[in-house]
């Protein structure tokens, strides 16, 4: 899992919320799930710092509201390596959380039916 927190809300595609949000400490270490490509690192008003990482088998894994970003676009990462800290950054964010996806093929899949968190 990318990090050890709680689900605070969970996958739901009539809400349009596309992930889980785990909450945990501020700063805490997020990792990748499984090796991939850094396609995406950026920052935007509603989300604050967001990673999105190219895995194989057309999965995409996205991690939103961080407080920092560790590694930088094109980067290969493995599987448990860190990749930026849990922050609250953006306007959807109400306190330290990761929002954390899972997209197959251009579709949004619930996170919580491929990790145990």
Do not use: C, M
């Not at 560790?70 to 599987?79: A, E, N, Q």
Request: hydrophobic share 35%.
């Amino acid at each position: 899992q990318p990090v050890n927190g709680l689900v605070s809300e969970s996958f739901n595609l009539k809400n349009k919320h596309f992930g889980v949000d785990i909450v945990t400490k501020e700063n805490e270490l997020i990792k990748s799930t499984l090796d991939g490509v850094i396609i995406y690192n950026g920052f935007s008003t509603q989300d604050g710092y967001v990673i999105h990482i190219q895995h194989s088998n057309n999965l995409v894994s996205i991690y939103k509201h961080l407080s920092s970003n560790l590694k930088p676009l094109g980067s290969r990462v493995k599987s448990g390596e860190p990749i930026g800290t849990v922050g609250s950054t953006g306007e959807l964010s109400k306190g330290p959380h990761l929002h954390f996806e899972v997209w197959y093929n251009g579709f949004a899949i619930n996170p919580q039916e491929l990790i145990a968190f």
